[in-house]
């Protein structure tokens, strides 16, 4: 029998179209410059955030096996649409292991550049198409020196503002692309596992818990909050039904119950200043950690053991802490700032319902703590800039920007538009403040535009000597208060 030589089939059209794009995918990958860190130029964290998409939705997978002291193997997927033509996608992360990275359910090449994960696709992305990442990767407790995981006796709890929650996930690590959240945490069965939102499943997997929590309302990354420890979770009713549910050391839940069963009229306080708390559900995770402070994660506020546990804090002090980190929830959560030097709204006006909180019910008089802040403000101006514009912080020492022109000094510019505009009006404000911006971001202009709205007048110019200027300017209806700066030595 003759050989007969078998002839290679002709490609299809379409299997060379196929070969060619591959081809010219990776001949202009091989021309990308190397991967840079980018940022979305913050004044106050320049390199925080990325360009070119919107975080629609994380959905975050941590496996805790029991240890605090060892990186938890995770997964991070990211729901986001893109604003812009994208040949890389830049998320933060820091601070952990990456095994690998999809992009639509296509393997993609990753590289670490400062602290961004930088990730370059298989095709480019176009404006306005759909894009879910997802990312194996590690998170590692020991990494968190400034921020992140902190290690608490019996687990963990997060800490990550103002720039650590990409410490924990891949994330756009800023508040102005706040996005929905979903949890699911696998741990030992003898492990209490909570985190922001509420909870939607716990499946059994041997002899581990699968906890799943998600969030009703877009949440900043900064606000993310993951408890994972031996604790009780305690639960009562708020104002209007409110789930209110408090994560606690087993061992401290009869010590702590005097204080937690205040929250729902904490609650109910806060309510009748300036409307319906906006979240599904709220509580109070104490934690066996020492911080240094205390910290607004959404509808779950982070406290340290000690605030409730030393003798020395008398109880109007304790309470007005709880109203603080309560206050955040209308303002700084659910009204969250578009730029970190908009930080002000937030700390001000947290601080603002705590002072009024105090002299309520604590007879600590508002009118002596913003003289004392007056006396105090052009100190605190030349040493951290004006309260809308504060100078950025020392190198590693990022929370540094929360200094006391942004607390004291910024509930006193929240004093003075009350003396200028009258209590009715100023309340009026905070109302539609927190109404009109509900589950968005929102600036200091914005703020300034309400507030000249509501008063009938411009007031800009008054915004601008108050947030901007160098020094304090004078107190309307006390021109007998007096502020100085501090002498040089």
């Given at each position: 029998?003759?050989?007969?030589?078998?002839?290679?089939?002709?490609?299809?059209?379409?299997?060379?179209?196929?070969?060619?794009?591959?081809?010219?995918?990776?001949?202009?990958?091989a021309?990308?410059?190397?991967?840079?860190?980018?940022?979305?130029?913050?004044?106050?964290?320049?390199?925080?955030?990325?360009p070119g998409?919107?975080v629609?939705?994380?959905?975050?997978?941590f496996?805790?096996?029991?240890?605090?002291?060892?990186?938890?193997?995770?997964?991070?997927?990211?729901?986001?649409?893109?604003?812009?033509?994208?040949?890389?996608?830049?998320l933060?992360f820091?601070?952990?292991?990456?095994?690998?990275?999809?992009?639509?359910?296509?393997?993609?090449?990753?590289?670490?550049?400062?602290?961004?994960?930088?990730?370059?696709?298989?095709?480019?992305?176009?404006?306005?198409?759909?894009?879910?990442?997802?990312?194996?990767?590690?998170?590692d407790?020991?990494?968190?020196?400034?921020?992140?995981w902190?290690?608490?006796?019996?687990?963990?709890?997060?800490?990550?503002?103002?720039?650590a929650?990409?410490?924990?996930?891949?994330?756009?690590?800023?508040?102005?692309?706040?996005?929905?959240?979903?949890?699911?945490?696998?741990?030992?069965a003898?492990?209490t596992?909570?985190?922001?939102?509420?909870?939607?499943?716990?499946?059994?997997?041997?002899?581990?818990i699968?906890?799943?929590?998600?969030?009703?309302?877009?949440?900043?990354?900064?606000?993310?909050?993951?408890?994972?420890?031996?604790?009780?979770?305690?639960?009562r009713?708020?104002?209007?039904?409110?789930?209110?549910?408090?994560?606690?050391?087993?061992?401290?839940?009869?010590?702590?119950e005097?204080?937690?069963?205040k929250?729902?009229d904490h609650?109910?306080?806060?309510?009748q200043?300036?409307?319906?708390?906006?979240?599904e559900?709220?509580?109070?995770?104490?934690?066996?950690?020492?911080?240094?402070?205390?910290?607004?994660?959404?509808?779950?506020?982070?406290?340290?053991?000690?605030?409730?546990?030393?003798?020395?804090?008398p109880?109007?002090?304790?309470?007005?802490?709880?109203?603080?980190?309560?206050a955040?929830?209308?303002?700084?959560?659910?009204?969250?700032?578009?730029?970190w030097?908009d930080?002000?709204?937030?700390?001000?006006?947290?601080?603002?319902?705590?002072?009024?909180?105090a002299?309520?019910?604590?007879?600590?008089s508002l009118?002596?703590?913003m003289?004392?802040?007056y006396?105090?403000?052009?100190?605190?101006?030349a040493?951290?800039?004006?309260?809308?514009?504060?100078?950025?912080?020392?190198?590693?020492?990022?929370?540094?920007?929360?200094?006391?022109?942004?607390?004291?000094?910024s509930?006193?510019?929240?004093?003075a538009?009350?003396?200028?505009?009258g209590?009715?009006?100023?309340?009026?404000?905070?109302?539609?403040?927190?109404?009109?911006?509900?589950?968005?971001?929102?600036?200091?202009?914005?703020?300034?535009?309400?507030?000249?709205?509501?008063?009938?007048?411009?007031l800009?110019?008054f915004?601008?000597?108050?947030?901007?200027?160098?020094?304090?300017?004078?107190?309307?209806g006390?021109p007998?208060?007096?502020?100085?700066?501090?002498?040089?030595?």
């Amino acid at each position: 029998m003759p050989l007969t030589l078998r002839r290679p089939r002709p490609r299809s059209r379409r299997l060379r179209a196929v070969l060619l794009a591959a081809a010219a995918a990776s001949v202009v990958a091989a021309t990308l410059p190397a991967p840079v860190p980018l940022g979305i130029g913050d004044p106050l964290f320049p390199q925080l955030g990325n360009p070119g998409y919107d975080v629609l939705a994380y959905d975050i997978g941590f496996t805790y096996l029991g240890s605090n002291s060892k990186p938890m193997e995770a997964v991070t997927t990211i729901d986001a649409v893109a604003t812009d033509g994208l040949e890389r996608i830049n998320l933060d992360f820091a601070r952990g292991t990456v095994h690998g990275v999809d992009v639509n359910g296509e393997p993609a090449r990753f590289a670490s550049a400062g602290e961004d994960l930088v990730i370059t696709p298989r095709d480019a992305v176009r404006t306005g198409e759909r894009l879910r990442i997802t990312v194996r990767h590690t998170s590692d407790p020991n990494a968190a020196l400034d921020g992140g995981w902190v290690r608490t006796t019996d687990g963990l709890v997060m800490a990550n503002q103002a720039d650590a929650a990409h410490r924990v996930f891949p994330c756009n690590d800023h508040p102005s692309d706040k996005a929905y959240f979903t949890f699911h945490v696998t741990a030992p069965a003898d492990v209490t596992v909570v985190a922001n939102g509420t909870p939607v499943a716990r499946e059994r997997r041997g002899g581990r818990i699968v906890s799943t929590y998600r969030s009703a309302h877009p949440m900043a990354t900064e606000l993310a909050q993951v408890s994972i420890g031996r604790s009780a979770v305690l639960h009562r009713e708020g104002p209007h039904g409110l789930p209110v549910r408090d994560v606690v050391p087993a061992a401290d839940k009869d010590l702590l119950e005097p204080w937690l069963r205040k929250t729902p009229d904490h609650i109910a306080w806060m309510e009748q200043q300036v409307g319906r708390y906006p979240f599904e559900t709220y509580g109070v995770l104490v934690a066996g950690a020492d911080t240094g402070f205390e910290l607004e994660t959404q509808t779950l506020s982070l406290f340290e053991r000690s605030l409730f546990a030393r003798p020395e804090f008398p109880a109007w002090y304790v309470d007005s802490v709880m109203v603080h980190e309560l206050a955040h929830h209308w303002f700084g959560d659910s009204v969250s700032p578009r730029s970190w030097s908009d930080l002000w709204l937030n700390e001000g006006h947290a601080t603002w319902y705590e002072a009024r909180y105090a002299e309520e019910f604590g007879k600590r008089s508002l009118e002596q703590r913003m003289r004392g802040a007056y006396a105090l403000s052009d100190g605190w101006r030349a040493a951290g800039g004006p309260p809308a514009a504060p100078r950025a912080a020392a190198p590693g020492q990022k929370i540094g920007i929360f200094r006391p022109v942004v607390y004291d000094g910024s509930a006193l510019v929240l004093y003075a538009l009350r003396e200028e505009i009258g209590p009715r009006a100023f309340d009026r404000l905070e109302r539609r403040w927190v109404r009109d911006h509900r589950d968005a971001t929102a600036t200091t202009a914005d703020f300034s535009a309400l507030a000249s709205e509501i008063a009938g007048r411009d007031l800009s110019g008054f915004f601008k000597a108050w947030l901007y200027g160098e020094k304090t300017p004078p107190m309307p209806g006390h021109p007998d208060w007096h502020s100085q700066a501090p002498r040089r030595a």
